[in-house]
């Protein structure tokens, strides 16, 4: 019966849970922006080398 009651009580598996939540949030906004930087300097890159190739 002890047992059962320590192991109710313990709470050390769910702050691990809660870690785990709380990097993959970072890791999903990380990769939102990533996502987002990478489309815009795509469209910045290709106007330069636009501009640069009629310049000749």
Same mark, same amino acid.
């Given at each position: ?6 192991? %109710? /009580?313990?709470? /050390? &598996? !769910?702050? !691990?849970?809660?870690? &785990?939540?709380?990097a993959a949030g970072i890791s999903v906004a990380i990769i !939102? %922006?990533?996502? +987002?930087? &990478? +489309? &815009? ?7 330069? +080398? ?7």
């Open positions: 019966m002890n047992l059962i009651k320590r192991f %109710v /009580s313990d709470n /050390s &598996g !769910a702050t !691990a849970i809660e870690y &785990g939540l709380i !939102a %922006v990533v996502n +987002s930087l &990478g +489309s &815009g300097l795509k469209t910045t890159f290709s106007t330069v +080398s636009s501009k640069l190739n009629t310049a000749e």
